[in-house]
């Protein structure tokens, strides 16, 4: 039951994604942890390699320590969108996270309004007759 391949991955962590590589999947797993077209990324990447030789480098001991993306590292596609903007930026995240709960906590309150209401109780009632 318990996956152990799921055990250390985390959505916050950065990870070569071997989905989208065209090398080693280096300059995928950049656009994905930053939430950026893998075309932006792949270009700076290509100027580096042009203007400063040791990007290559760089580039190579990145292929070695960053660990590849896990198969199901999110959920689902919400799931994925939340974590880029948790990495993107996390004060807005928690904002907008702060306002659902907000939104939801509102609609419990209604309810709680209604259900002790008399207007429920009468509606109950209703809805008895009718059977």
């Known amino acids: 039951m318990f996956d152990e391949s799921r055990r250390d991955a985390s959505p916050r962590r950065l990870y070569r994604d071997k989905s989208k590589r065209m090398f080693c999947g280096v300059c995928a797993g950049i656009a994905d942890y930053f939430s950026v077209d893998v075309t932006v990324v792949r270009i700076l990447t290509a100027v580096g390699f042009l203007l400063f ?3 290559i480098f760089a580039y190579v001991v990145l292929c070695f320590l960053v660990p590849v ?3 199901k590292l999110y959920k689902d596609e919400w799931d994925e969108k939340f974590w880029q903007g948790v990495r993107k930026s996390p004060k807005g995240t928690f904002s907008a996270v702060k306002m ?3 939104e939801m906590d509102m609609k419990l309150q209604r309810m709680e309004r209604y259900i002790t209401s ?3 109780n009468l509606d109950r009632e209703f809805r008895d007759l009718e059977k």
Do not use: D, L, Q, V
């Open 69 to 71: 993306k896990p198969g």
């Open 118 to 120: 008399a207007r429920f």
């Open 53 to 55: 030789p040791a990007t």
């Open 100 to 102: 659902r709960f907000r």
